[in-house]
């Protein structure tokens, strides 16, 4: 797998959690924030990380409370989803 140890920090959150993991190598990384439809609703980040612990802090106030899914992608394939709880 490319990624390690991912994590969101607060979960359950109330305007912003921080989204922690580890990239084995430099990689072309998109993190979407998806509703449970599956529709995006944001793209926290989309740009290249190196091969080390990278923090992204996600912004949720404009969101509704509700559950959602953090999805990063690695290289065009998702790597990772995380059940995000936005209260």
Do not use: Q
């Not at 430099?26 to 091969?51: P, Q």
């Amino acid at each position: 797998s490319m990624l390690n140890r991912v994590s969101l920090i607060p979960n359950p959150a109330v305007e912003t959690t921080e989204l922690r993991f580890e990239l084995k190598h430099a990689s072309k990384v998109e993190v979407l924030l998806r509703n449970m439809l599956g529709d995006t609703v944001a793209t926290a980040f989309d740009g290249t990380l190196n091969a080390s612990i990278n923090t992204k802090m996600l912004r949720l106030e404009g969101l509704s409370a509700g559950i959602y899914l953090v999805e990063i992608r690695v290289n065009g394939k998702a790597a990772s989803i995380k059940k995000l709880v936005k209260n």
